[in-house]
């Protein structure tokens, strides 16, 4: 598609039940990030795909959080067992790759748990 | 570690120049900037090589200092659609291409 797409843009879910975030990333990026970012704070790493590699988690803050890649493409992000200190805005993004191209972001889910 | 920004906030009239600036404490191999507006995602603006290739905004101009590990951001005759957060980001290279944000900077135009 044009952009990268993510859904929903809104979830509120009750605490200790399990969500699961969707990322589109632009045709032909190999590479698939997911960053969370709390309110009016800076922008926090969590996982990182390339291609067929195995993905970068050493940005995930638990094992209750996991994300996978399918076809290359298309990714989810899962987050068991939700507490309030989950309650962000979750960001997608994807590059073509280093030397001179930047991340296209999508406009986010924003995760609020009650 | 993430990448130091100075000013945290800065507030400008219409018109007014300003300067952001972003500093490491690790070689890297590339700077990026970032301008996020409330309530949307970031937007890339620029990246910085290592070797001084720029690619990004034509009317956004920055610098990149390899050796300090220091890079600026230089906004000239700000327009009031310049206001949001700007992000200094780091890519300290290695195998996977993978950025560190700083925290940012606040920068509001005024008319």
């Known amino acids: 598609g044009a952009g990268v797409s993510q859904s929903p843009s809104n979830k509120v879910t009750e605490k200790g039940k399990d969500v699961e975030l969707r990322c589109d990333p632009i045709?032909?990026?190999?590479?698939l990030y997911w960053y969370r970012q709390s309110l009016g704070q800076g922008l926090e790493f969590l996982i990182y795909?390339?291609?067929?590699?195995?993905?970068?988690k050493s940005g995930l803050p638990s094992d209750r959080f996991s994300a996978e890649r399918t076809g290359g493409s298309v990714s989810t992000l899962t987050i068991q067992r939700t507490q309030q200190e989950d309650s962000a805005v979750y960001l997608c993004?994807?590059?073509?790759?280093?030397?001179?191209?930047?991340?296209?972001f999508g406009s986010g889910t924003r995760l609020t748990v009650v | 570690q993430q990448p130091v920004q100075s000013p945290q906030a800065v507030i400008l009239r219409e018109g007014e120049d300003a300067v952001i600036n972003c500093s490491s404490s690790k070689a890297l191999y590339s700077v990026h900037w970032y301008r996020q507006k409330h309530g949307e995602a970031p937007v890339f603006l620029m990246i910085?090589?290592?070797?001084?290739e720029q690619k990004g905004h034509e009317k956004i101009s920055a610098s990149f200092n390899e050796k300090k590990q220091q890079s600026s951001l230089y906004l000239t005759a700000s327009q009031l659609s310049y206001s949001g957060t700007y992000f200094c980001v780091e890519d300290s290279g290695g195998s996977n291409y993978k950025l560190t944000f700083g925290k940012g900077t606040l920068l509001t135009v005024n008319p």
């Open positions: 795909f390339q291609g067929n590699s195995a993905p970068d």
């Open positions: 045709s032909g990026h190999t590479a």
């Open positions: 993004a994807s590059s073509l790759g280093r030397d001179g191209y930047g991340y296209t």
């Open positions: 910085l090589l290592k070797g001084g």
